[in-house]
């Protein structure tokens, strides 16, 4: 080594560790809702626990890549200010529209800014896979998280009957719920396979990263986590179709905690592992040596003088950083329009022939839900049959608190979603469009409604509420909404046709009295308060 590039390797580090250091604890400042969140998702779902161990791999990768980081350091860019400002306006839109996974990503951004300002496009070429990797960190989105759960529990449901009927064992499949005749497995959320497909990807693409083949081989590692972890889930529902097909339902009880959790992890791990190993063994080389961090086609910059870098790239990003994180703070405090409205203590008991029954939520629950408002009750028609109508109002969504959709909470109550669609009730002059759901939880069926009045305009699509949220919040500057959700029982017989038209004579008699407790649009201009939003400040 030439001693021009020992001393590179003794001066760089002291030259940019502070920076490093103070443009890190500026981050931490700016983003610390979006690190809060993290954390809260990490400790309490079992799928994003690994989220703990993925800033520590990143500083391992970025650590063994450590001598190509120092040859790699060129001029500074000022296209890290381009980044990091794309970063702080991802975390406004993500703070206004309390969607933290903006924010988490800017994040990430902010990181490839800062090295950008720090080192040039050289640096970030070189650390950038290791600073993308912290991606795997960041939980979905609930809504998109809800979504794929559905889709992996309807894909695990039907490769465990595929294992079953291996064995030629009778069994059929109704939605979610696996009928063995004597028995029934219900896959529920737990089952969806999502609390291995996210680590399992995140391993992937690490083994991806590490494995030194071609870019197909490691494309083919990388991808194959998906069908490891989904195949895997599904030869476990099986195994627990069989087993309680044999021995009964203990038997099975404990086969599924056997299988559960780390076991199943560490055997998608093994498979990984065994395909890296074959495809290293067809390309004659040893498994050892097909792993480790990448090495570079060329050594950056080492016979390049060592100068002390401009220091104004950096210096614009802290500042951007600074601003963006003021910006925050600023639209967090800020008080926002709430209109004045009725609350749901005079909602009325009698709606035409339709009869109700007021009900409270439990204590905890409310407090879970953080609603600021809420009606609960049963209503019962000329038939007898029970119609449960609920309605949630938020008057602020901007810290987080926001309508939780019946396709995350029902599962999470024990309830199977086995058939979800869309439809349009028209009311009077206003279209409502609503999502219609058939849930099952054993033996008990029902149909449910839902949608969401945002600002008087009824939305049933989670991901158009977010939008038009987004959108008022800034140009109207109110993010007040509400969940709207009917539930009635299912019988034997055509009893959805019947169940139908009792949801619907029931809208047409309770939405037209609503408006008073949903302000529309044009609430806001007439009568308008000034509530913080912090819900310390909110008049009960």
């Known amino acids: ?298 050594v950056f910059g080492l016979d390049a003088p060592l100068t002390k870098p401009p220091r104004m790239p950096l210096l614009t990003c802290l500042a951007v950083l600074a601003l963006g994180g003021a910006a925050v703070y600023a639209i967090s405090g800020r008080s926002e329009i709430i209109p004045e409205r009725a609350r749901f203590v005079t909602f009325p008991t009698t709606i035409g022939g339709w009869q109700g029954r007021v009900l409270s939520l439990d204590p905890s629950t409310e407090r879970f839900l953080k609603v600021d408002d809420y009606l609960l009750a049963d209503y019962s028609g000329a038939d007898g049959a029970p119609i449960n109508f609920y309605v949630a109002y938020y008057a602020s969504q901007r810290t987080n608190d926001s309508p939780h959709s019946p396709i995350v909470c029902l599962p999470g109550g024990g309830w199977l979603i086995t058939r979800l669609d869309r439809r349009i009730a028209r009311i009077g002059a206003i279209d409502y469009p609503y999502n219609r759901a058939i849930i099952q939880n054993g033996s008990k069926r029902a149909l449910v409604y839902y949608w969401f009045d945002e600002r008087g305009r009824p939305v049933a699509d989670e991901y158009l509420a977010k939008w038009y949220l987004l959108r008022d919040a800034i140009l109207k500057n109110r993010t007040d909404g509400a969940l709207i959700r009917l539930t009635t029982p299912l019988t034997d017989g055509p009893a959805e046709d019947v169940a139908d038209q009792r949801m619907l004579s029931f809208m047409r008699s309770a939405l037209p009295r609503l408006s008073a407790y949903l302000p529309p649009d044009t609430a806001a201009s007439a009568n308008a308060a000034s509530l913080s939003t912090s819900k310390s400040d909110t008049v009960e």
């Open 1 to 298: 080594m030439s001693v021009l590039s020992v001393n590179r390797s003794a001066a760089l580090p002291s030259l940019f560790a502070r920076p490093a250091v103070v443009a890190a604890l500026l981050s931490a400042v700016a983003f610390h809702d979006a690190l809060f969140e993290l954390v809260h998702r990490w400790s309490g779902q079992e799928e994003y626990s690994h989220g703990f161990l993925i800033p520590v791999v990143s500083a391992w990768l970025l650590w063994a890549r450590r001598n190509v980081l120092l040859q790699s350091v060129g001029r500074p860019s000022y296209a890290g200010v381009g980044l990091v400002l794309v970063a702080a306006a991802m975390h406004v839109v993500g703070e206004l529209s309390a969607v933290f996974f903006l924010s988490q990503v800017g994040l990430v951004v902010t990181a490839m800014g800062i090295v950008l300002a720090l080192g040039g496009h050289r640096l970030l070429r070189a650390a950038f896979i290791p600073l993308a990797y912290l991606l795997f960190a960041i939980p979905l989105p609930y809504l998109i998280e809800a979504k794929l759960t559905l889709q992996l529990q309807l894909i695990s449901s039907q490769l465990g009957v595929f294992v079953i009927r291996l064995f030629q064992i009778p069994v059929y499949l109704d939605g979610n719920i696996i009928d063995m005749g004597t028995y029934k497995l219900q896959v529920v959320e737990a089952c969806s396979g999502l609390r291995y497909l996210y680590p399992l990807l995140s391993l992937g693409f690490l083994a991806a990263y590490l494995f030194r083949a071609p870019l197909w081989q490691r494309a083919t590692v990388f991808f194959s986590s998906i069908a490891v972890a989904v195949g895997m889930n599904g030869l476990r529902i099986g195994m627990v179709g069989i087993l309680l097909d044999r021995w009964g339902d203990r038997m099975a009880d404990g086969a599924l905690h056997l299988f559960e959790g780390w076991v199943i992890f560490l055997a998608c791990s093994a498979l990984l592992v065994g395909e890296a190993a074959a495809l290293a063994w067809a390309s004659g080389r040893g498994f050892f040596d097909s792993f480790g961090p990448p090495k570079p086609a060329s």
